[in-house]
């Protein structure tokens, strides 16, 4: 039986890098017709690159998911292609905040994080779902995040977004009950991608040498690689999967969320504070 993806018009934003790298390799080994985007012009031609290397091709847009004009653009460029296949569409694209805690950070940066995150998912959604309810096929991925099952201090604006994501997919979901619409919400544990090299600074506490070791040790502490994150994505679209749960951090995440809807903040807050430094005593440490 071949896969969904095969013959598909399967659009990945956030392709760059990371999972959505990944994700438009195994997309197009699969017989999709891959577009795949990114605000990174030259990452994405990378991305590029490495398929052909191994026999496959993809197409490259820059967009950026926090402007509407240029996914408007975007979608009237792409649509008018499709020929009537089936459209996949990966929600990947995503930016995350290096800062403390929110009161240390600005608003305007939680309010760029959102932009992206947030209503990026919102915006491609809302451009190709029409297409979508014409055929009555397709398949929509969001990606959450373990931050969209369980809300963690000093990562506030980033688990608004995620939880966003996740409330936007499962309504979603039951509007779309009636169709042969699929939508899968995918909630990543710790990913070994560079997302927290590539994480904005947001207020006065984090320095050079800060950004260096979060990201050192978010890699110690990240077990999934992004190939292996991208995999589960794939297979998950190609069963049907309404939720995905990625890593087991994300199972710990959830099963607490779940027993203590209350209490786990309490619970995490123990265990980080008992095994993790968090930036204020890094900084201090750094600085001594």
């Not at 590029?48 to 408007?72: N, Q, R």
């Not at 000093?154 to 996740?166: D, E, I, N, P």
């Amino acid at each position: 039986m071949p896969s969904r993806f095969y013959n598909s018009t399967t659009i990945i934003t956030g392709a760059a890098s990371g999972i959505g790298r990944e994700l438009a390799l195994q997309a197009a080994a699969r017989g999709a017709r891959v577009i795949a985007t990114d605000i990174n012009p030259t990452a994405l031609q990378e991305t590029a690159t490495l398929a052909a290397t191994h026999g496959l091709s993809l197409e490259t847009h820059v967009v950026d998911v926090s402007k509407p004009d240029e996914i408007e653009a975007f979608a009237q460029k792409i649509l008018p292609t499709m020929n009537g296949g089936r459209l996949i569409l990966v929600n990947n694209a995503g930016v995350a905040l290096l800062g403390g805690h929110w009161w240390d950070m600005t608003l305007e940066d939680t309010e760029w994080l959102l932009s992206i995150n947030q209503m990026g998912v919102i915006r491609m959604t809302r451009a190709f779902l029409p297409s979508m309810l014409a055929q009555n096929d397709g398949h929509i991925v969001n990606i959450s995040s373990v931050f969209g099952l369980a809300g963690m201090a000093q990562h506030l604006a980033y688990c608004t977004s995620k939880f966003a994501v996740r409330g936007f997919t499962e309504a979603l979901r039951m509007e779309l009950l009636t169709t042969n619409i699929e939508t899968t919400c995918v909630h990543p544990g710790g990913i070994k991608t560079n997302v927290t090299n590539n994480a904005r600074r947001s207020g006065e506490l984090f320095t050079e040498q800060m950004v260096s070791a979060s990201h050192e040790e978010f890699t110690r502490n990240a077990f999934t690689t992004a190939a292996s994150a991208a995999g589960q994505i794939v297979r998950a679209v190609e069963k049907r999967k309404r939720r995905l749960l990625i890593g087991a951090d994300a199972w710990g995440f959830d099963a607490l969320a779940r027993l203590f809807p209350v209490r786990y903040t309490s619970i995490i807050a123990f265990v980080m504070n008992r095994f993790f430094e968090n930036p204020y005593q890094q900084r201090k440490r750094l600085h001594q």
